[in-house]
Nanobody
Framework: QLQLVESGGGLVQPGGSLRLSCAAS????????IGWFRQAPGKEREGVSC????????NYVNSVKGRFTISRDNAKNTVYLQMNSLKPEDTAVYYC?????????????????WGQGTQVTVSS
């Protein structure tokens, strides 16, 4: 069974940091681009960051550039999202998703598999 499991969410004060993990089971992430998405209450889901299958290309939504960093460890079959300088507007459920793709660049659409999400709350 192909599965993505997110972890690392929680409650953090503004300015704090969290590292989200996206672990795959039942398949290897080597050939998949991975995206991180988030959805806040009452808002549409948005793409936050993605990384190509090779790891050579990354992409970020403007609102997180310079604060979030995506990385992958194929040996651990895991992708990470390091989130620094968190703001209350980063509060959302964060999802990771996998897209079977060898494209040099990653995009925020066309993902095949999704995790169940992890809650991130930024509040004092």
């Amino acid at each position: 069974q192909l599965q993505l499991v997110e972890s690392g969410g929680g409650l953090v004060q503004p300015g704090g940091s969290l590292r989200l993990s996206c672990a795959a089971s039942g398949f290897t992430l080597d050939y998949y681009a991975i995206g991180w998405f988030r959805q806040a209450p009452g808002k549409e889901r948005e793409g936050v960051s993605c990384i190509s299958s090779s790891g050579g290309s990354t992409n970020y939504v403007n609102s997180v550039k310079g604060r979030f960093t995506i990385s992958r460890d194929n040996a651990k079959n895991t992708v990470y999202l390091q989130m620094n300088s968190l703001k209350p507007e980063d509060t959302a459920v964060y999802y990771c998703a996998a897209d079977y793709s060898d494209d040099a660049r990653c995009v925020f659409y066309g993902y095949d598999y999704w995790g169940q999400g992890t809650q991130v709350t930024v509040s004092s």
